[in-house]
């Protein structure tokens, strides 16, 4: 197991995406008027579909959390999810609500991402250095 | 609504732990144990599996089944009277089961587990709630 913060940061964002995605299918019409005007506008297809497609989206990223499967790519959909809300729903009661979960699963992506990934970076880290030091 | 959003959160975490046990299981790996250090001896003593199915899978069966029937009756799935049945039947036999296991590891196996206590609070409270709504 890893650290026991980072797995109940797991299972406590992937409960949290999961219910979200239960209450916005039983209800698509109300998480609807989240949505700004102009968001809507730029909709190709009817608001309520577009909020089931975020349902079922939520439910996924939230399955994959709580049963530790692509926890890397999970987290990062989730923070990629959470700007796109952020964005589209403008400033309201529950932004900084949003801000703190979008927080919570950057933490998440940036703990779980594969060793390769990692390595591939700090050795383009390392190739860069010294192109930086001969400019 | 309360009541279904708590036991929609208990049966995740309970998924999230089956989940774990069946990994280490898999990986014939022995799972940490925070608390009581008899983790290993239960899990692996003759009690860990009714007839031949494992306990951590029927546990994650139950618990798949309790968050599918929380969602159903919150998103207002028919039959709802079915539904809302069918959980507290699960609930009050996986808390009797629970107590059996409790009972086994405490007077027969005579070491605790950490996972399996936890699973049978998870599944405590659940009724908890249930009888409390």
Known sequence: MKKPSLTILRVGLGITFLWIGILILKQPEAWAG??????????PLPVEEAMLGTAILDIVIGALLVLDLVVW???????????????????????????????????????????KFITKIMSWQKQEKPKNNNS | ??????????????????????????????????????????????????????????????????AFIAAFLVIGVAPLQ???????????????ISLLFTYLQWRVIHA???????????????????LIN
């Open chain 2, 82 to 96: 079915w539904w809302n049945f069918f959980l507290k039947l699960l609930v009050g036999a996986s808390s009797l």
């Open chain 1, 73 to 115: 790519l999970a987290a990062l959909l989730a923070a990629l999810h959470l700007i796109i809300v952020l964005v589209v729903s403008g400033i309201t009661d529950i932004t900084v609500r949003d801000i703190a979960i979008l927080a919570a699963a950057i933490a998440l992506m940036a703990d779980s991402l594969p060793k």
């Open chain 2, 1 to 66: 609504m309360t009541a279904l959003a708590l036991l929609f959160t208990l049966s995740a975490i309970g998924i999230s732990e089956t989940v774990y046990l069946i990994r280490k299981h898999l990986a014939a790996e022995k799972p940490i144990c925070p608390i009581g250090g008899g983790c290993a001896v239960v899990l692996s003593s003759r009690y860990s599996k009714i007839f031949i199915v494992p306990n951590d899978i029927l546990g994650l069966l139950a618990y798949l089944t309790m």
């Open chain 1, 34 to 43: 989240y949505i700004s005007p102009w968001a809507e506008k730029l909709l």
């Open chain 2, 112 to 130: 605790w587990c950490f996972w399996c206590l936890m699973s049978a609070f998870t599944i405590w409270l659940s009724g908890i709630i249930i």
